[in-house]
């Protein structure tokens, strides 16, 4: 292994050391990439939380054309405890915001429903593990298109106050290239980034950390 490998290695698992600290109060992470959206529902499986582990796990579907099962981990399915399927027509382009107002505090309806879920689930108020709580969006997306980077930003830091204060992890996929205008806009509401890409056909991820670096690629189904 060349030096530079061995640098690379070795800042990846800084990062990777960086996240799991950040999972013990809530990252969340912004899902980068021109990728088919069979590569977004593999990512979304993992981040989802492994089948094996207890989970409480919430999923918006703004704009999937695929069914809802196939985004879920394991043999999970959106019919099963502890699992929320938030989709349908309601979610899909303005509904999911919200009406437009001239008010920046507005609740928008996906917020609404997703603190529901998470009350309902946890009706103490105590504060949950870290990371019991998954959140995924799927995508911010249509979102973007519809109401623009000013109104998508606010959504953002609505909704990852929620999930933080629980103490989820969230993540909300934005299907477009690094160097895009709107991830630059966006990436700053979140503690990390995942990015998303095909090589030869195959999956690989790398993850972002402000201040802390960047891993290499691999496949996606690693650690």
């Known amino acids: 292994m060349s030096r530079a490998d061995r640098q690379s290695r070795q800042r990846g698992c800084s990062v990777r050391d960086a996240f799991q600290e950040l999972k013990q109060r809530g990252p969340q992470v912004l899902v980068t990439g021109d990728v088919p959206e069979a590569v977004s529902r593999r990512a979304t499986t993992r981040l989802l ?9 919430i999923l918006a579907l703004t704009d999937s054309t695929a069914a809802a099962d196939q985004w879920f981990p394991g043999p999970y399915s959106a019919d099963d405890e502890n699992v929320t399927l938030i989709g349908g027509s309601e979610l899909r382009g303005s509904a999911a915001i919200g009406a437009p107002t001239d008010t920046p505090s507005e609740d928008d309806a996906l917020v609404r429903q997703v603190d529901r879920e998470i009350v309902s ?3 103490s108020g105590e504060t949950p593990p870290p990371a019991v709580l998954r959140v995924g969006v799927c995508s911010l997306e249509t979102l973007l298109e519809t109401h623009g980077v000013e109104t998508v930003r606010r959504f953002a830091y ?3 106050g929620e999930v933080r204060r629980a103490r989820g992890m969230g993540h909300y996929h934005l299907p477009r290239e690094s160097g895009s205008a709107a991830v630059a806009d966006l990436q700053f509401v979140f503690d990390a980034r995942l990015e998303l ?3 030869s056909g195959e999956p690989e991820q790398r993850w972002h950390l402000p201040g802390r670096g960047t891993t290499g690629w691999v496949a996606l189904d690693e650690s």
């Open 158 to 160: 609505q909704l990852t």
């Open 121 to 123: 689930w946890c009706p």
């Open 49 to 57: 939380g492994d089948p094996e582990e207890e989970r409480h796990r």
């Open 197 to 199: 890409r095909t090589a």
